[in-house]
């Protein structure tokens, strides 16, 4: 078993991260995840754009993919590509949430609600975005 300093432990929930969505879509897996139960798990969502196995770039997408493939929700979702994420990295402590003190790259979207980003396939809704501070 993996030990409390490893970064996909925390919280006293153990974290399951499973291939990319797309990955498992190309590979016609659409399981959640097979080390427990969806309930307790907290999973991370990312591109992992690479030529070989995901060859994917959108992050709405795979936010998309996230809710159909592995029945995740909005927020976790949304989740899975910010403080999961970071926390998947080891990074929660600098990026990951919005709280004084951490880093990050903003995106300002024109939606009414959170979940246009993820159940609309093709669409960009990015009305600006800060990267770098700039």
Known sequence: MAQASQPWR???RWQCFCREPSTSFARRRS??????APTAVNM????????GSSPLTSLLLVMNMGATLFRMTVAECIAGVTRE???ALGMLGETGTLEAGKWCDLAIWDIERPAELVYRIGFNPLHSRVWRGQ
């Open 10 to 12: 925390g919280q006293g």
């Open 31 to 36: 399981r959640r995840s097979s080390c427990s």
């Open 44 to 51: 991370a969502l990312a591109t992992d754009c690479n030529p």
């Open 85 to 87: 994420g970071a926390r």
